[in-house]
């Protein structure tokens, strides 16, 4: 019974030890900030470049499950400074992207391309990219949405060819 006692003070001793020692100790994580975003709140919008997009929304209409959907979003660099498109981010791996990776000059134009494997989708869907570039507030999104329809609703049955 000595033993248990023993082993028990020593048990609670070091748990204490354990969580005074973290005592007053802060995480620091610096926030997560977009590139090109100044964090100074007298931000200049003449320091950022402008873009402005032919669409911004994508409505494929109705596709059959396993089709692809390709959408290009065309724009314009409306600013006096060159565009720089540093990021093009799908919403999930269904969604694959292509876009400009040198700098658009000041009224030059380019386009982002979206494409969408409807494999494993059915029904309404809505997906997005999100573009970072040196935009006032640093992103925007771009979306595609429409109808994927099974084979099933199609009456075809599993398994056979289309």
């Known amino acids: 019974m000595k033993n248990l006692t023993t082993i028990y003070c020593l048990l609670l001793f070091t748990c204490l030890l354990l969580l005074g020692s973290c005592k007053g100790q802060t995480k620091t994580e610096k926030p ?14 003449a320091d950022f470049a402008a873009i402005q997009f032919d669409k911004i929304e994508y409505n494929f209409g109705k596709v059959q499950a396993g089709a692809s959907v390709k959408c290009s979003f065309k724009f314009t660099n409306t600013s006096t400074k060159p565009l720089i498109i540093s ?22 134009t380019g386009e ?14 809505e997906k997005n990219a999100r573009v970072v570039a040196n935009i006032e507030g640093g992103l925007l999104f771009l979306f595609m949405k429409g ?10 049955p599993p398994g056979s060819p289309r």
């Open 32 to 45: 997560f900030e977009l590139p090109f975003v100044s964090q100074s709140k007298e931000a200049n919008v």
């Open 87 to 108: 990021e093009v981010a799908p919403q999930c791996g269904c969604t694959t992207t292509h876009f400009p990776k040198e700098p658009i000059a000041a009224n030059g």
């Open 112 to 125: 982002i391309t979206l494409e969408l494997a409807t494999k494993d989708q059915k029904g309404m869907i």
């Open 147 to 156: 109808e994927v329809i099974s084979d099933e609703l199609l009456g075809v």
